[in-house]
Structure formats: structure tokens, C-alpha cells
């Protein structure tokens, strides 16, 4: 985004969010007394110049629609509507140091006429000639916590530059927030978001939502050591940090209040479109999540229980809060008990010129739920607050803050041992949060959803103008959630043309593409990295498959580019490989798990690819000094003929989600498969003898033809297929998604690439 000092072009009247109506209908009730009333006190020591400071906070207004505008009930319901210019005042009053939080508390609780703007207000406490402290209170309907971290930075360019202070161009609004989200609304992606809560969050308990009582509050801090050793338990176990502290954060609330089935929260912070990121407005959404904790739950556990609820949630976070709480059938009340929030809005140490400037918050407020524990980064380590309304909640600020320390504890350091009913003991690691943004598509793209694995998430783009690489990265952690959980993305309607701008899309996504080594079969590199899909004939089917799973490495990711359509068939049909183990007899399970798959590669004159092209090497020196150590057998066959044998396992565990996959080749390269190709024609040849590549039991005994019968009719169960259209790319985990292709009429040109190389942990115990 190109930074400018010119005023924005802002649209004055538009329509409120469903968030910002639930937020109204609850004020104008009178639930919410001033629970909703967001405050910043900056407390400032040195020469302050008054002055400067107003005309400071007046270019910051003119600046931000939000801090303009005023909601007023039209033809179309709720309405934002923005003034053109706004009086800022700044009342000075001389406060004695004793009376200070008193003194805050009164601004802060005075109520707003959410008809009448500004919905803001300033006051300024003279404590001494060279100490001040500044009160910013604005209703939540203009503000959420990112915005706070803008107000900061602005501020601060406003002061040191005035009008003249050059700051990030604003080229989005809270108005084109809520036009984008109605025009969402009755989209399939919407839908399924309705019943994806709905189902989540059945048969739930309700909370009361009224309120009126003073929080009780405990301050959290979480130093530096500590907030090393959990990013490295993160990076470990290759999940978010919020996975780590909202597993905290729920195994103490259950241990607490003697219950393992609850529902918590978190924030969606609502700007992942980077237009919105230097905003003042009311964006965030909240998101509830359904903790279940059974007997014997580990630390480890509960980390993938985190893990896995904020993937699922994530990927139907565009549904807005009071439309969860349509869908859930429960309305009238709040979903949850308790609230877990980890801020990551960009706040900087804020600097005025000639000040010492501390940012603080003001004691003594309404709570807006019944619990809340949230955190902020500050130097090296974390600092936060536990607040309790004690109406609502039996809790106290104390008893959750000192179980959520003890818990994190038992995380990080013995996530192997079960979690202990009643409050654990330990030390005060630290928390870190997330900087990746997280959020809905923008205006011009649209995320559907998946009605179930391996169909895969669509995105719809309706304007070629769209960079994919660019978009996508702005939405990694929307797509990664879609990935894990569908297995497979699906992007149509972006404008790629070539394989150099499907390599780009590549290295954006999965980055640096992989080499096509061990190969099986034949391909030709269009570009670095780049290469056509398997050159079989076109009236062959080719069987569900994961890439590589027979080589000693693998892609975990791929991609597929249709550079153009076939004429007629050609689909790649996938599979979902949780799926197709779970439909197997537990025999055959056993035995793979047991054994594993051993893949024997017979090279020799007119059979297949040559060892050299397969294995990429020159001469059988070089072949055996760099494979062998990696468990290839090689041995003399027949007449001019080399064998190779690799045993590995026939099963894998997902890093990210904890399943067990069906993840091999098995089914591919048997006789049986090849007979069942080939039809009448196989009858009465030996088929192995025209196979490059066979398979048996990871111990060398054959795997029955009625397996592998059995076995490709799983994958036929767990599949899905689709046409293929110019342009189209698809992003496929090769552990949770097996693809194959179906005969085609030329022309048909799919590139393919792979990405972020993958190894086979251990081999079965027999070879």
C-alpha cells in the first residue's frame, strides 16, 4: 500500500455490520451500561505541549470516517453515517495524583447518544506542570482493539509532523466492511457456515447476559525465558501459538468449574484484507469454540484439541457473532463462559517528542462477559489481565490466573502426562501471539467451503485483476485451515496464464519448488520446477495415488495448473486418505501397519524408465553410495536387469491434525492392478513380468489380489472428481489427499509442481 498525506475519498452513509447491530440493540436496551465503552489512558511525563496535542488529535479525527460517525435506524435498518467534520475538545482539569482513578473511572462511564457523533470524548488530567494524563473512551461500535494500536501510531505522526506527517493511504472504510459482509450473506459459503455452528454448538449451555456488576481483576505478566521456551514447543509440535495458550486457557476453566464440556471464545480480528489494517473501526468478530475434555487427557491432547478447534472454527469465522448465535438456536443469551484473547494488533512503544509516554488502562470497569484472560506482547515477554464478572461467574481473577500459569507450565514442559482434575502447580511460562493475519476474502473473492473431504474448498475469484500469489498470502491462515481440513483448494478465476506465473503462485504458496527425483514415470520440465502431468496415453486411466510415497522423499504439498482444458474427460479425480483407511477390513490395517509396503523397481532394457533416469545418477558407484544409506537394497535380476528394493510405511501421521492416513502406492503397483487395467487382454500372461515397478508386504510376502481389490474400492468410496477449467490451480496435501486422472480426449495440458520435502520416519522392522 502506497503511503499518502491527502485526506480520504469516504462514503457518508452506508450499513451497519451484524456485529455492530447486535452491539446497538444491546446498548439501546440497556444490557451493556458502559461495559462497551472502550478506554486508553496514556500517562505523560515532560513539557507537554497542549496545544499541539489538540491540533494532533483533530488531524487524527479528520482522518478516520469512524471517529465521525453516528448510527441512525433507516429504510434498510441500521445505518453508519459519517460527518463531514467533527468538533474535538479537550477539556484540561487539575486532578490530584489519589484521585486519578476515580477521576478516570467518571469519564469512562458517562454514556454516549449512539444517534449523536462524535462517539468519542477526551480528557485531559493536569496532575503536575510536567506530568499529564490523557482519557480516550469511544463506544465499541467505532473501535475494537487493533484500532487502539492505530490511534498510537497516528497520534504519534500527527504530533511530531502534523499535517504534514505522511501515514499509510486508507482506501477502506467500516461502511465497505458491512457492504462487503451483506453481500456475502446467502452465498453457499455462508450457508454452510450456519450449519457448520449449528452443529457445533448444539445442545450447548447458555450464559445470562446481563451484567452491571464491577469486575474483579488480576494482572498476568509472563517474562522472556518463558515466552522462548513456548514458541519453541510451538514450532515443535507445529502449531499456533493460540493453539498453546487457548488449551491453557480451557484445561483450567473445566479443571476450575468441574466440567468438561464447555463453551469458550476467542476474537477474529477482521482485517486480513491489508486495506483495512490501518483503520480505526469496529472489525473483530467473536468466535466460539466447543472444548470437550475427556478422561486422561494429556497436555499433548489438549494442544491438538486447540489446534484442531481453531482450524475448523476459522474456516466458517466470517459468519458474524450474532448470525452464530441465530444458527446455534439459542438466542437471547451469550454462547459462552469464558473468553481467551491474544492480541495482535501492531502496537508500538509510543513516542511523543519530548515525552515519556506510558499506556495503561483504567480499573474498576463493567465486565462484557463472564470471564476474560487476555494478553498483549511487551518487551520480550507478555502482559495481560484475568477479569471476572462476578454476576456471571463463580470464578475469581486470582484462582484463574495462577491455574492458566500452572496449566501452560504442564504444557510445555510434560505435555505427556495426563492433566489432573483441580488446580495443577507449577511455574509462569510466557505466551506469544500470532502476527499472520487471519480473515474472510476480500470483495472480489469467494471462499466455499467443502460439504466434505476430498472435495475441496473453492475459491472464486470474479476479477482477473487479482494477483493469486498476493491474495493468498494475505489470507495464508484462512487457506491453510481449508487445506487441512478439505485436504485439497480449488482456485478458479484468477488470471494465470503461463507456467512462469504458476511457478510464482508455487513458491508464494508452498515455496521453493522440488526436483522430480526417484521417478516412476515420465514427465518433461517446462520451467524450474515445472512439469507436465505423468505422459501416459490418454485413453489410460491413471489410480489414486499419493506423490512420491515410495521414494525416500516426498512432496507434503502440490499443486496442479490447468494451462488447457481437455477436450472432453481428463478429470483428476481425488481421495481422501483418512477415508480410505478407516473403510478398510482391520485385517488388512494390521498387516500393513505391521509390515509396511516394500516396492520392488525392476530395471532392464525395455521395461520402463533406466535406473539412471529413474534414480538420476550416471554410474551404479554413485547409485549405491547415495542410495543405499538411505534402506535401498539393490541386487543383480535376470539378464541385464537390476533390483531395487525399499520397504516403508504403509500408513503416516498427519503433523498438523494428528490422524493416521493411508499414504502409499500399494494398490498402483500390484499385478492385480495392472490385470485389472488391461482387462481380457491380461488373460493368460504373466502380468508382473510387465511391471517396472511391484509391491508386496513391507516382510516379502505377496499381498493378496482380494486386498488390493478391496482396497481400490476404498479409494473409489472416499473420491470426488471435477472438471477442469483454464487457469484453474489446485493446492493438494499429499498426505491427506490421494489424486489420479481419467482417459481424456486431447487437447490436455495439467502442469504439476511440488513443494516442501518430506522424509519416512522409520521402516517396518523386517527389512
Known amino acids: 500500500m502506497n503511503d499518502t498525506c491527502g485526506a480520504p475519498v469516504v462514503e457518508n452513509r452506508g450499513p451497519a455490520s451484524r456485529v455492530q447491530e447486535g452491539l446497538w440493540v444491546t446498548q439501546s436496551l440497556g444490557r451493556a451500561g458502559s461495559a462497551y465503552q472502550e478506554a486508553l489512558a496514556l500517562d505523560l511525563r515532560g513539557r507537554l505541549d497542549t496545544v499541539r496535542l489538540q491540533q494532533a488529535l483533530a488531524l487524527l479525527v479528520r482522518r478516520h470516517p469512524g471517529l465521525r460517525t453516528r448510527f441512525v435506524v433507516g429504510a434498510q435498518g441500521l445505518e453508519q453515517e459519517v460527518l463531514a467534520e467533527v468538533a474535538v475538545e479537550l477539556p484540561v482539569e487539575q486532578v490530584a495524583i489519589e484521585q486519578l482513578s476515580q477521576w478516570m473511572q467518571r469519564q469512562q462511564q458517562w454514556p454516549f447518544d449512539l444517534s449523536a457523533a462524535p462517539l468519542f470524548r477526551l480528557h485531559l488530567a493536569r496532575l503536575a506542570v510536567d506530568h499529564h494524563v490523557l482519557v480516550v473512551v469511544a463506544h465499541h461500535l467505532i473501535v475494537d482493539g487493533w484500532s487502539l494500536g492505530v490511534f498510537e501510531r497516528d497520534l504519534a505522526g500527527f504530533y511530531a509532523a502534523g499535517a504534514a506527517a505522511c501515514l499509510p493511504g486508507l482506501d477502506a472504510s467500516p461502511i465497505s466492511h458491512a457492504r462487503a459482509e451483506r453481500a456475502r450473506a446467502g452465498t453457499p459459503a455462508w450457508g454452510q457456515a450456519q450449519r457448520f455452528w449449528e452443529q457445533h454448538l448444539a445442545h450447548s449451555r447458555q450464559i445470562a447476559s446481563q451484567s452491571g456488576c464491577t469486575a474483579s481483576s488480576q494482572d498476568l505478566h509472563l517474562d522472556g525465558a518463558t515466552t522462548r521456551a513456548l514458541l519453541a514447543a510451538a514450532r515443535a509440535r507445529k502449531v499456533s501459538p493460540f493453539a498453546l495458550g487457548f488449551s491453557a486457557f480451557a484445561t483450567s476453566m473445566a479443571s476450575l468449574l468441574g466440567r468438561d464440556d464447555l463453551v469458550l471464545a476467542t476474537d477474529f480480528g477482521g ?40 482450524l475448523d472454527a476459522l474456516a466458517h469465522a466470517h459468519l458474524p457473532y450474532p448470525s452464530i448465535v441465530e444458527a446455534s438456536r439459542q438466542p437471547g443469551g451469550q454462547l459462552f463462559e469464558g473468553k481467551f484473547v491474544l492480541h495482535n494488533m501492531p ?48 470464578l475469581t481473577a486470582q484462582a484463574l490466573a495462577e491455574c492458566f500459569r500452572s496449566r501452560l507450565d504442564a504444557l510445555l514442559f510434560s505435555p505427556d502426562a495426563p492433566l489432573e482434575p483441580g488446580r495443577p502447580k507449577g511455574g509462569a511460562p510466557a505466551f506469544v501471539p500470532s502476527r499472520r493475519r487471519v480473515d474472510i476474502a476480500a470483495d472480489l473473492v469467494s471462499i466455499m467451503p467443502a460439504q466434505a473431504a476430498p472435495e475441496p474448498t473453492r475459491v472464486q475469484c470474479r476479477s482477473r485483476d487479482v494477483h493469486l500469489g498476493r491474495w493468498a498470502d494475505s489470507q495464508r491462515q484462512v487457506l491453510e485451515a481449508h487445506l487441512v481440513r478439505d485436504g485439497a483448494v480449488l482456485f478458479r478465476g484468477f488470471n494465470l496464464a503461463d507456467s512462469e506465473m504458476f511457478a510464482e503462485v508455487v513458491q508464494q504458496l508452498g515455496g521453493e519448488p522440488l526436483p522430480y527425483l526417484q521417478r516412476s514415470t515420465p514427465r518433461t520440465e517446462v520451467a524450474a520446477g515445472v512439469y507436465t502431468s505423468t505422459e501416459y496415453p490418454s485413453d489410460q486411466w491413471i489410480f489414486f495415488h499419493n506423490e512420491n510415497a515410495y521414494a525416500t522423499s516426498w512432496p507434503a504439498r502440490l499443486f496442479f495448473f490447468c494451462h488447457t482444458p481437455p477436450h472432453e474427460g481428463g478429470r483428476t479425480p481425488l481421495a481422501d486418505c483418512r477415508r480410505v483407511l478407516e473403510c478398510l477390513p482391520e485385517s488388512i490395517r494390521a498387516a500393513f501397519r505391521q509390515h509396511g509396503v516394500m516396492y520392488r523397481r525392476r530395471f532392464r532394457p525395455g521395461l520402463g524408465l533406466s535406473w539412471q533416469q529413474a534414480f538420476a545418477v550416471e554410474n551404479l558407484d554413485t547409485l549405491y553410495r547415495r542410495y543405499e544409506p538411505l534402506g535401498y537394497r539393490f541386487s543383480p535380476g535376470g539378464a541385464d536387469e537390476l533390483v531395487a528394493d525399499w520397504v516403508v510405511p504403509a500408513t503416516v501421521v498427519h503433523p498438523d491434525t494428528g490422524e493416521e492416513v493411508w499414504f502409499n502406492h500399494a494398490a498402483l503397483f500390484h499385478p492385480a492392478a495392472l490385470s485389472e487395467a488391461l482387462g481380457e487382454v491380461a488373460a493368460g500372461l504373466d502380468v508382473a513380468q510387465l511391471q517396472a515397478v511391484q509391491t508386496c508386504l513391507g516382510n516379502g510376502e505377496p499381498i493378496p489380489s482380494q486386498w488390493i481389490q478391496q482396497i481400490r474400492s476404498a479409494y473409489r468410496e472416499a473420491s470426488f472428481s471435477f472438471e477442469w477449467q483454464q487457469g484453474d490451480v489446485l493446492m493438494v496435501d499429499n498426505r491427506l489427499t490421494a489424486h489420479g486422472r481419467e482417459p481424456f480426449t486431447a487437447p490436455r495440458r495439467i502442469l504439476v509442481a511440488m513443494t516442501q520435502e518430506q522424509r519416512h520416519e522409520s521402516l517396518p522392522k523386517e527389512f
Do not use: C
Open 347 to 394: 502496537r508500538q512503544p509510543l513516542q511523543l517528542e519530548g515525552l515519556e509516554v506510558e499506556v495503561t488502562g483504567i480499573p474498576g470497569l463493567e465486565p462484557k462477559f463472564p470471564v476474560l484472560l487476555e494478553l498483549w506482547e511487551q518487551g520480550e515477554g507478555l502482559r495481560g489481565s484475568v477479569i471476572i464478572d462476578p454476576s456471571r461467574s463463580q
Open 271 to 310: 482485517r486480513t484484507d491489508p486495506a483495512y489494517e490501518p483503520v480505526i473501526g469496529m472489525f473483530v468478530n467473536q468466535i466460539p469454540l466447543r472444548w470437550r475434555a475427556g478422561q486422561g487427557l494429556t497436555g499433548a491432547g489438549a494442544i491438538q484439541q486447540a489446534h484442531r478447534l481453531g
